[in-house]
Structure formats: C-alpha cells, structure tokens
C-alpha cells in the first residue's frame, strides 16, 4: 500500500490550499480515507475522513466550516480542501487509509493501518 500525498506550501493566512493524496496497491472504494496533522511538539491530531460506502464526512471541530474533504474513487485520490487558513493550521499533514475502521475509532491516529508522507503546511501571520 503507498499513500502519496502533495499539495503543501507556504501560505499567508486567510490563504487556500488544496492537499492531495493518491493511494496504490489497495481497492481504494473499500477503505476508510482520512487527514491527520502533525505540529512540532504535539501529537499528532484528526482532521478530517471519510467512510468506505458512506458520503458523510467527518471533522475535527477546529476546522469545521473551513476545510472539505472529498474523494475521487475512480481516481483512487483524497482531496483536503483548506480554506481561511490560520498560523495554528501549519503542521505536517498525513493522509491516511484502513479498511477496517469502526467509526468511534476515526479521530484516533494510532488505528489507522497505512500512512502517506506527510507535506508541509505553513501559514503565515
């Protein structure tokens, strides 16, 4: 399983960016699909996903409102929308995949089985 994400850079805030995530060597339709976050110094925190079979997105409330996730089946890719970006939004941003997860289990890191990259998200004051 490879997970690629990209779209990460430095942004000022109120800024947009738009992150990527393209996954391989899984039936990407079957699995759970999600964006953690990672600031120096803290844990690593949920952001957003979306279930397998379900259309329903989650998020973390702190970015409730200004981010959307969405995916692409047919692209076996995860979009992270961000808009109105804040400094406290710069962190190292994971894509993350499972096929097994159940939904009380979504915002806790520790039980997703595969992990992109991670890019880079700035934001500047």
């Known amino acids: 399983v490879q997970l690629q994400a990209s779209g990460g850079g430095l942004v000022q805030a109120g800024g947009s960016l738009r992150l990527s995530c393209v996954a391989s060597g899984i039936t990407f339709s079957n699995y759970h699909m999600g964006w953690f976050r990672q600031a120096p110094g803290k844990e690593r925190e949920f952001v957003a996903a979306?279930?397998?079979?379900?259309?329903?997105?989650y998020y973390a409330d702190s970015v409730k409102g200004r981010f959307t996730i969405s995916r692409d089946n047919a692209k076996n890719t995860v979009y992270l929308q961000m808009n109105s970006l804040t400094p406290e939004d710069t962190a190292v941003y994971y894509c993350a995949a499972d096929s097994t997860l159940i939904a009380t289990s979504l915002r806790t890191w520790s039980k997703w089985d595969y992990w992109g990259q991670g890019t880079q998200v700035t934001v500047s004051s």
């Open positions: 979306f279930r397998r079979y379900n259309s329903n997105p």
